[in-house]
């Protein structure tokens, strides 16, 4: 698993929020600087999300369940993803752009679930799949909604468009991941 040290999860958070604000202002996103992001770190390739939030309510969530480019450029395209065009929010506006909190998960590789036993609230996020259905929650979610392991399952099912026992279906891929989860008000960079 990837694990960013606080510099560098400060260096991605303020990169994700000028983007955003770029975005915003120009409709153009930054380049990124390879001098500033030359940690080894920085080169790898794995899933990641960015979640806005207002008042510690949802304000968009975008993301990757597997890395497809290198952390920052999968940041500054998601920081613009999650502020413009998460579907279930209008676009951000300048009001909104100050009362932004934003947070990212960056993912550990996905893994089958053999056992339910084996998911640990906190820890784990999941991802159901059936035919051509699937659903995924971040492992911050589980813990901020206070679930325990059958309710995780049976969200996830929803947020799938499953009925909440589908996880109990042979027909149902169970599959989890960890994340190191950060964000401007954890480590008091707003």
Sequence with gaps: MVELN???????LKLAR???YQYLTSRTLP?????EFSDEIFKEKCGAFVTLHINNRLRGC???IKGMEEIPTTIVSLAKSSAFEDSRFPPLNDDEYKGIDIE???LSPIE????????VIGRDG????QNYRSGLLLPQVATEQNWDVITFLENTCYKA???GDAWESDETKIEKFSAQVFGEKELNII
Excluded: A, F, H, M
């Design 18 to 20: 000028n983007s955003i």
């Design 31 to 35: 380049q990124t600087d390879w001098d």
């Design 126 to 129: 999941l991802i159901i799949s």
């Design 104 to 106: 990212i998960s960056i």
């Design 161 to 163: 468009g499953l009925p």
């Design 112 to 119: 089958k679930v053999k056992d339910i036993s084996e998911i």
């Design 6 to 12: 606080r510099e560098q999860q400060i260096k991605i």
């Design 62 to 64: 975008i993301g990757y």
